[in-house]
């Protein structure tokens, strides 16, 4: 760590800005956008929760009490955009620009000015996305899916379109940042098999962003166009096709969901071998089932599609793909389990985060399995099993990671320690509540709920009560998660070490707590067994 | 409900109203959304087992699977506890045990692969139908134009089908009145009773041609076991084979706009003796002269005036 001594007195002749608005608006550190993209995601996050507050309250009983049919399609429309768009993605971006120039010794991004551009479009973006519930047309109210001919019938199909393409501009500039940062700025001996996992994961999820956005960017021109310049792509009555925009959106959106996942599994394969004091199991193999996941992710796209009336080949041909998918996902929940095994461990909260993520995920997978299975997805298709489905696998999967790596890498951002009683506090009522929240909602599917429908009949009252319940107290956990983050970065008095876990390998933890405004401008000497993963030559 | 297909008077339609009734609290109550299921429900189709069955091996393999991967964790996390002095150990790979978790799942996904292609192929093949209907999807209703049956075209039997006025008017934001209350023969019909069902004939191999008027649905009743989007321009090809009566009741399964859960899909079906006299009641009546086949008007009542407005659908004023 001599090195790292030296960098601090280097360090001080240039902090960070004092002007807040020059700091916060004009920074071109990878450390001060990372925190911008992680404090707009929480935002985010919590805009997103109280739509899905509303959604839970008014689905508390049978009858509507609270909204009309409208504006309850609004709210699950803008909770899904807002959850997707506005917090999983930026979260991973803010996580990545934080990590990956202090995980792979270099100093910044590689492209910084790029880095405040593709932050500061999102602000923008959401404003005009969350703008139109104010105004005389409503939001977007045909699902974030934006199915035609439904979506183009909404007053708003101009903003949600714009928002989404700055959305998409954002996303491609950040995953351009991430991989020019990492193909060319890792300090001498820093391989990319030597690269911790999460930095792989972005890596390879970078490439996903580069090559869908743009489809969904074209996709959703197609639906201005078709709305307000008079082409019919969609439109069977002028010779388009309404299921062409599904096989385009599940194009993005299939490998869109990985895009949620792949950074959060190189999350947790950073953060369970630090708590089991043992090297990851088979790196290797982590890092090729990353790849065959996202190879995959660009040929199953039409599941999503089972009950469009797909020709029997094109059914077996998409089930077969999907089922594919279970084998490198099972490689990498048996490596997880292999890494504990053996292992000296201790259940710290970014531990218990992530320990429940694999069970939780899996149990989401579980179900993904169950989807992929074309007969029976006839049942299940578009109903609550669904919902169940991607909501284990985006909140106690992607969401779960998140707050998981919060934890891990907040003494080291802040330079003091969380509250471990208050981050348990929050963990075990997340992981209570979030399991009555959503597993209930698999026994609706399978009754027969459909998922969108802002009422439904006495019969799916009990379990949905049940998960309106999960829901708030989820919803309200929450708030302890933003009381541990307030009094870690302003209140706390206890100082983090440098390397703030016992277990912990990889550069940043070779940093001084809180990391310095300006970290590896000499590039770090690499040893291998300083690495998250030890040897990877055995 | 279960006076649906009775007329007074014959003693075999007595008896056969008898049967049906027990069909009804047998099968029929299993069929529709229950309090409380956990479950898909089995179906009363010949088709519709495959899905349950594949739903239930898909989710005993889950469960095996799950016990042996959580319990692995759980053995870990409660011996290789720092706490209990556990050391840790160096190594990080085993080739051996790498090759058994990655082949081990691909048998069980060929043997699921397999099992699930059966099902596709079988629901694919609409082949050898004795009857066609054709659904069309609207906002927010449902249209069933009766087109074909055992051979024979059908002419102008079609109506629309559409909430029920009960559930409607329940259903209206703050209405004050009580969803439980909506139940026809004490089985609750909230947002899933119609005013005109459609009918079909048990035992016979229905074909249905789906599609849609204006935006996207989906005609989905899980006593058959399957749904089917109904997409305007497209014309989408399913079928069923019910094999006991009774009345299936099921929902619109893809987000169509603002009364998207207000758009229920009940099937009746009717044992064929029965059902054949529907019909030619149906057709009867859509064919006195001058007076083309109508929409339905709308039932006052749920389910007893339904099964009436099922019997006299159109024109009511040339009755008799």
């Known amino acids: ?354 320990v429940a993520f694999v069970i939780l995920f899996t149990i989401g997978g579980f179900s993904g399995l169950m989807l992929a299975l074309a007969p029976a997805d006839f049942q299940y298709h578009d109903s609550y099993f669904v919902v169940a489905h991607f909501h284990y696998v985006l909140v106690t999967g992607a969401i779960f990671a998140i707050i998981a790596s919060t934890y891990y890498w907040l003494p080291k951002w802040t330079g003091h320690m969380y509250s471990e009683t208050w981050g348990k506090i929050h963990f075990w009522n997340s992981v209570i509540w979030v399991n009555v929240l959503f597993f209930p909602q698999h026994f609706l599917g399978l009754a027969g709920m459909p998922r969108r429908i802002p009422d439904y009949n006495v019969a799916f009252a009990n379990f949905n009560m049940i998960s309106s319940i999960g829901g708030f107290l989820f919803g309200a956990s929450q708030l302890i998660f933003v009381g541990v983050i307030v009094h870690a970065v302003w209140f706390s008095k206890k100082k983090a070490p440098d390397r703030v876990w016992e277990g912990a390998r990889g550069l940043e933890w070779t940093l001084p707590s809180p990391a310095p405004y300006h970290t590896f401008e000499v590039p770090p000497v690499i040893h291998d067994d300083e690495l998250a993963h030890g040897h990877t030559d055995d | 409900m279960t006076s649906g297909g009775i007329r007074p008077g014959t003693i075999k339609r007595a008896v056969t109203a008898a049967l049906f009734a027990l069909t009804m609290f047998g099968g029929v109550a299993l069929a529709n959304p229950q309090p409380g299921q956990l479950n898909m429900t089995r179906g009363v189709s010949t088709w519709s087992p495959e899905a349950y069955f594949l739903n239930n091996v898909a989710f005993g393999v889950c469960v095996v699977i799950g016990i042996l991967v959580f319990g692995a964790m759980f053995i870990a996390m409660f011996r290789f506890r720092k706490s209990r002095g556990a050391v840790a150990e160096k190594w990080s790979h085993n080739t051996t045990l790498e090759i058994v978790w990655t082949t081990i799942p691909v048998i069980i996904l060929i043997v699921l692969a397999y099992l699930a292609t059966g099902g596709l192929r079988t629901f694919a093949d609409t082949t050898g139908s004795e009857m066609t209907v054709k659904v069309t999807g609207y906002q927010w209703k449902w249209r069933y134009d009766y087109v074909e049956y055992k051979g024979k075209a059908i002419d102008k039997v079609g109506f629309m089908s559409k909430l029920d006025k009960e559930s409607d008017e329940t259903r209206q934001l703050n209405s004050g009145l009580d969803p439980n209350a909506v139940k026809v023969d004490g089985y609750n019909t909230y947002l899933i009773n119609v005013d005109k069902p459609l009918v079909v004939p048990v035992g016979i191999k229905i074909r249905f041609v789906i599609t849609a008027g204006d935006v996207i649905h989906s005609w989905w009743v899980p006593a058959l076991g399957w749904k089917m989007d109904a997409i305007p321009g497209i014309v989408n090809a399913a079928w069923t084979n019910i094999t006991e009566p009774g009345v299936y009741r099921g929902q619109c399964a893809e987000l169509c706009g603002q009364d998207h859960g207000f758009m229920p899909i009940v099937v009746k079906a009717l044992p064929k003796a029965e059902f054949e006299k529907w019909l030619a009641d149906q057709e009867a009546e859509a064919n006195k002269p001058a007076q083309p086949a109508a929409p339905a008007a709308a039932s006052t009542a749920a389910a007893p005036a339904t099964a009436q407005a099922t019997d006299a659908p159109v024109s009511q004023g040339h009755q008799g």
């Open chain 1, 1 to 354: 760590m001599a090195h790292a001594a030296t960098h601090d007195h280097h360090d001080d002749h240039h902090g960070a800005p004092k002007n807040f608005f020059v700091r916060w608006c004009m920074s071109t550190n990878h450390k001060d956008i990372g925190t911008l993209y992680l404090v707009f995601s929480l935002l985010m996050f919590f805009i997103g929760g109280s739509f899905a507050m509303v959604i839970r309250a008014e689905l508390f009983k049978p009858g509507l009490q609270l909204v009309q049919p409208y504006f309850f399609n609004e709210m699950t429309t803008m909770h899904a955009l807002v959850m997707i768009f506005g917090a999983v993605m930026p979260a991973f971006v803010g996580l990545g620009n934080w990590m990956i120039p202090m995980m792979i010794g270099a100093p910044d991004m590689a492209l910084p000015r790029m880095n405040n551009l593709s932050f500061w479009i999102l602000p923008f973006a959401f404003t005009l996305l969350l703008s139109t519930l104010f105004l005389p047309g409503g939001g977007p109210a045909g699902g974030w899916t934006m199915y035609p001919p439904l979506s183009l019938q909404g007053d708003s199909v101009a903003y949600l379109v714009f928002a989404v393409h700055l959305m998409g501009i954002s996303s491609i500039m950040g995953a351009i940042n991430i991989i020019a940062t990492i193909l060319n700025m890792r300090a001498p001996g820093m391989d990319l098999l030597k690269m911790p996992v999460f930095v792989w994961s972005w890596l390879i999820t970078a490439f996903l962003l580069i090559a869908v956005m743009p489809v969904l960017a074209g996709a959703v021109t197609m639906l201005l166009t078709d709305k307000y310049f008079g082409t019919s792509f969609f439109n069977a009555a002028g010779g388009g096709d309404p299921i062409l925009f599904q096989h385009i959106f599940w194009f993005f959106g299939h490998p869109e969901v990985y895009i949620m996942i792949l950074p959060a599994f190189g999350l947790v394969s950073e953060i369970i071998p630090t708590f089991a004091r043992k090297p990851i199991f088979g790196y290797k193999a982590m890092v090729f089932a990353i790849a065959s996941i996202a190879f995959l992710s660009f040929i199953v796209w039409a599941h999503h599609m089972f009950a469009v009336g797909l020709p029997l080949g094109g059914e077996i041909f998409f089930m077969y793909a999907t089922m594919l998918i279970a084998v490198p996902t099972g490689v990498k929940v048996f490596n997880w389990v292999s890494t504990m095994w053996g292992g000296s461990m201790t259940f710290e909260t970014p531990m218990l985060f992530a």
